[in-house]
T-cell receptor
């Protein structure tokens, strides 16, 4: 079945460091891929998304490229801030306008001043 | 303000005592969904609804019921809660479903403890 695997956290970085959070998936065809962010005590918010191979999603300085050949959707940011401290979830949806969404286990990011 | 609301936000109950967690959205969304969040497991989908009177199972539907009698509300029902249903629950909605052109909005969460 479909699945999403994220790198284990927590990830602890200093402010202005480069961030990579790995995400790989298992699915047939061309799923849509998403990154969600959960700030402390809040619900999830969509961060970025991509729908086909080589698509790059971007938002708030974060980027992720849909790599079909490696079945990956790694999240990157060139210079993290303390305010980026949160839990990041990679997710997959099979097909278009579907109802099912599969999440990875989440990666906690802590950014220190 | 466009939002998804859940009630209650916190609930402590005992095994076997039926409970309902309400979810309401004011955005006229057709799609609604319930998830549970557990440490190390991420979010897992319980049930979802593509429209009024249309519901379907997610990955972990056992022990839960839902209904969608009107577009704005999607209650989650635990007929006989057990301790393994202790979790953080999120409701979410979007215009039509999960897609590249549709954004899913999440509620603030309900923390449930079953003793």
């Amino acid at each position: 079945g479909n699945s999403v695997t994220q790198m284990e956290g927590p990830v602890t970085l200093s402010e202005e460091a480069f961030l990579t959070i790995n995400c790989t998936y298992t699915a047939t065809g061309y799923p849509s891929l998403f990154w969600y962010v959960q700030y402390p005590g809040e619900g999830l918010q969509l961060l970025l998304k991509a729908t086909k191979a080589d698509d790059k999603g971007s938002n708030k300085g974060f980027e992720a490229t849909y790599r079909k050949e490696t079945t990956s959707f790694h999240l990157e940011k060139g210079s993290v801030q303390v305010s980026d401290s949160a839990v990041y979830f990679c997710a997959l949806a099979q097909g278009s306008n579907t109802g099912k969404l599969i999440f990875g286990q989440g990666t906690t990011l802590q950014v220190k001043p | 303000e466009a939002q998804v609301t859940q009630n209650p936000r916190y609930l402590i109950t005992v095994t076997g005592k039926k409970l309902t967690v309400t979810c309401s959205q004011n955005m006229n969304h057709e799609y609604m969904s319930w998830y549970r969040q557990d440490p190390g497991l991420g979010l897992r989908q319980i049930y979802y609804s593509m429209n009024v009177e249309v519901t379907d199972k997610g990955d972990v539907p056992e022990g839960y019921k839902v209904s969608r009698k009107e577009k704005r509300n999607f209650p989650l029902i635990l007929e006989s809660p057990s301790p393994n249903q202790t979790s953080l629950y999120f409701c979410a909605s979007s215009l039509y479903g999960i897609s590249s052109t549709d954004t899913q909005y999440f509620g603030p969460g309900t923390r449930l403890t079953v003793l």
